[in-house]
Nanobody, 124 residues
Framework: VQLQASGGGLVQAGGSLRLSCAAS????????FGWFRQAPGKEREFVAT????????YYGDSVNGRFTISRDNAKSTVYLQMNSLKPEDTAVYYC??????????????????WGQGTLVTVSS
């Protein structure tokens, strides 16, 4: 499956952005998806994951309550709604897909397919 992430940009602290991840090439509903991020000089960090149907989601502690992951199987797209953004949310955000588990995972090693990343910059 090919993944194309978009929606990043520059936003002030407290603002919102919505990231999109469009998938193509395979049956979208066969995959669980995750969002990860990586800031300069830091390790890749788990953000959120969603299962194949969209009925189950799980979030990293640093974004829980502020970010929402969702999917539209008809549009083969996964979304990450980011609210109450903080400067520490600044990073390149990557979407990823896995067939290994339909329930998603917080472990980046479980994902076989990755998008190109989209930069989110939050100014203070």
């Amino acid at each position: 499956v090919q993944l194309q992430a978009s929606g990043g940009g520059l936003v002030q602290a407290g603002g919102s952005l919505r990231l999109s991840c469009a998938a193509s090439g395979r049956t979208f509903s066969n995959f669980a998806f995750g969002w990860f991020r990586q800031a300069p000089g830091k390790e890749r960090e788990f953000v959120a994951t969603i299962n194949w149907s969209g009925s189950t989601t799980y979030y990293g502690d640093s974004v829980n309550g502020r970010f929402t992951i969702s999917r539209d199987n008809a549009k083969s797209t996964v979304y990450l709604q980011m609210n109450s953004l903080k400067p520490e949310d600044t990073a390149v955000y990557y979407c990823a897909a896995t067939e290994r588990t339909g329930w998603g995972s917080s472990n980046y090693l479980e994902y076989d397919y990755w998008g190109q990343g989209t930069l989110v910059t939050v100014s203070s």
